[in-house]
């Protein structure tokens, strides 16, 4: 389990404010949740903690040690895993090797190795596909292990996606707009399959989501921003209550409700 | 929510597969190494220098596939390396005196050093920047076979004396040809190795987004270093087997027409598919042999080839086979149509 902090984050492109001094702390084991109106900078957010996008000013933490200088990739591999807003699966794969694509960090064999197809390469490959079935499993894809990626709903490609995540051993998945596209009933599903992997993987999550529904059902809290500045930070229960937020967002904004 | 059985289909699925089996990629591409293998014994002279001459575009273009197909960077630098691998193993044996055996590999590692030359300024550029970068490259190199004489003995080129094979019993046509199907093959099979690991899945991630690629920790530059290692190595030897099929060197064999020609290749068999690059290439050197003295045909042949496949078939021969042939599976490859 591990924490994460933000702290004072700033970021602008050109002259827009897309975060102001931000300041979230998440503890380890949390379901957090981002809500706000488009482009309120919730995308942005999850960018910079992935490394993508550096930010003009504030540190990110993970466990105390800070984020903010690494390269996106580096931040991967200290064990930050992300889903993107629009499906990222890799074409020309199966859902299968798309998994097994998420073990980069975890896999020894050099191209060398490969090249030569030296006996501990076809070792490993069997343990990875052995492992990317199981998190095919755990996300309830596994019946589609052998399609290709652009085949499937996106709401599906989003599963593979959180399974391309999990077989990397995250501490912490940032998940943007999981729940989008998908009817109530799957709603409900990825409500269980999220606790899921908070209590079986011990996995800290953060996730930006629309659906209020799931976001108010398993988050544990929630942080609000509009236009780049957090506007509340509470729990559920707390967070409906605010009038900041109702005004900023809830009230004004007719997608809050949809799917 | 996981269901795997749909029973009723099951046994037609098995029957499918063991028909399927027969036309398949493994068999197929060892029926092919079988009919090089036996090519010597039955053809003219001509024919056995034809089938050497698609021996060494096959391991071009699988190597090339490897740059532009896998890891999806439009690089037009390889009919430029290609060239300089055949002038490192030829000027080692004519002005180093080296053995063939010796100036292959060192010609070869020379290939991938000033690849990678090219390949660190460029790691930064994508798509139209770094294919004019490279093409620029391509250019020079060029201007350099052409006007630095005192090394590469300018416009003429050079004529070496035919590699000596006596020691393992072999004449020399016969040796080089041998030598190419084996190294083929070997480089083939690598490419297969390197494509179905790790690493061939970094390569993957990285052609369709840099980003989601960086998301599982693979590491752009990298990556895109170990992709411009591969493909240099492949034309490093292809090269310097060039240069001891033809034993003679001259600039012209790597203008424009040449990288136009292993394009061609990469995208008739299909960007992705080793197979593919591997058949195509072998098609293409025997269409142009049947051209052969009709230049100009041969370019507007090759180009309209080209568009005709980017248009109607982008998928290329892969995916045709892949419809066609139910045993023919071809992982990573892209096809056209999805
Ligand atoms: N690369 C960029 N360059 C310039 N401006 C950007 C860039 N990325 C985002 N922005 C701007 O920053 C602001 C925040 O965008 P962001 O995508 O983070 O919003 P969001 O909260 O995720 O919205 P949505 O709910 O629509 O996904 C927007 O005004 C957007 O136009
Ligand atoms: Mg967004």
Not at chain 1, 214 to 230: A, E
């Amino acid at each position: 389990m591990a924490d994460l902090s933000i702290e004072r984050l700033s970021l602008s492109f050109g002259g827009l404010a897309a975060l102001s001094d931000v300041d979230i702390a998440v503890p380890a084991g949390e379901i957090r949740g981002i809500i706000g109106p488009n482009g309120a900078g919730k995308t942005t957010l999850l960018n910079v903690i992935s490394g993508l996008v550096r930010p003009t000013e504030g540190e990110i933490r993970l466990d105390g040690q800070p984020l903010t200088r690494l390269k996106a990739s580096e931040v991967a591999a200290r064990g930050v895993g992300r889903t993107f807003q629009t499906s990222l699966l890799f074409k020309g794969m199966t859902v299968l090797e798309n998994v097994m694509a998420g073990m980069h960090q975890g896999l020894r064999t050099s191209v060398l190795a490969a090249a030569v197809g030296l006996p501990g390469v076809l070792r490993e490959e069997r343990r990875a596909r052995e492992r990317a079935r199981e998190a095919l499993a755990f996300v309830g894809m596994l019946s589609f292990a052998e399609r290709d990626g652009a085949s499937l709903s996106f709401g599906q490609q989003r599963l593979v996606e959180i399974a391309r995540s999990l077989v990397a051993e995250p501490k912490v998945l940032l998940l943007d707009e999981p729940a989008v596209g998908l009817s109530p009933p799957r709603v409900a599903e990825l409500d269980e399959l999220l606790r899921r992997i908070r209590d079986k993987r011990g996995i800290t999550i953060i996730m930006v989501e629309h659906v209020i529904r799931l976001v108010m059902g398993v988050c544990d809290r929630i942080t609000v921003l509009n236009s780049g500045r957090k506007i509340a930070d509470g729990t559920p229960d707390v967070i409906l209550a605010d009038p900041f937020v109702k005004e900023a967002y809830l009230g004004k904004s007719s997608d809050a409700d949809r799917a | 929510m996981v269901t795997l059985s749909n029973e009723p289909s099951a046994p037609r699925a098995i029957k499918r597969r063991n028909l399927g089996w027969l036309v398949g990629r493994r068999p197929a591409l060892a029926v092919g190494v079988l009919l090089f293998a036996v090519l010597p014994l039955m053809a003219n002279p001509y024919q056995v220098y034809v089938g050497n001459l698609a021996l060494i575009y096959v391991i071009l273009a699988v190597g090339l596939n490897i740059l532009l197909g896998l890891a999806g960077q439009l690089s037009f630098a390889n009919g430029a390396l290609f060239g300089v691998g055949a002038y490192a193993t030829g000027l080692l044996r004519l002005d180093a005196g080296l053995p063939f055996w010796l100036a292959l590999p060192v010609g070869t590692a020379i290939t991938v050093a000033i690849g990678l030359a090219v390949a660190l300024p460029a790691l930064r550029l994508r798509g139209l920047y770094l294919a004019l970068a490279t093409v620029a490259f391509a250019q020079f190199a060029l201007w350099t076979f052409v006007h630095w004489d005192s090394v590469t003995h300018g416009t003429a080129g050079f004529v070496m004396a035919p590699v000596d094979f006596t020691a393992l019993g072999l004449r020399t046509t016969t040796g080089i040809y041998y030598l190419s199907l084996v190294l083929a093959v070997l480089l083939v099979a690598a490419a297969y190795g390197i494509m179905r690991s790790r690493v061939g899945r970094a390569l993957v991630a990285l052609r369709e987004s840099e980003v989601a690629a960086e998301s599982i920790a693979v590491d752009i530059t990298r990556t895109k270093i170990v992709a411009y290692t591969l493909t240099a190595v492949y034309a490093g030897v292809a090269g310097g087997l060039f240069a001891g099929l033809l034993n003679v060197v001259v600039p012209e064999s790597f203008n424009l027409f040449q990288i136009v020609l292993q394009f061609c290749m990469v995208v008739v068999g299909g960007l992705g598919s080793i197979a593919g690059s591997a058949i195509a290439a072998v098609l293409l050197i025997v269409l142009q042999e049947g051209l052969r003295g009709m230049q100009d045909l041969q370019e507007i042949g090759l180009g309209l080839l080209l568009l005709g496949m980017l248009l109607f078939a982008p998928g290329g021969l892969v995916q045709a086979l892949r419809r066609w042939l139910p045993g023919w599976t071809e992982p990573h490859s892209r096809g056209g149509d999805e």
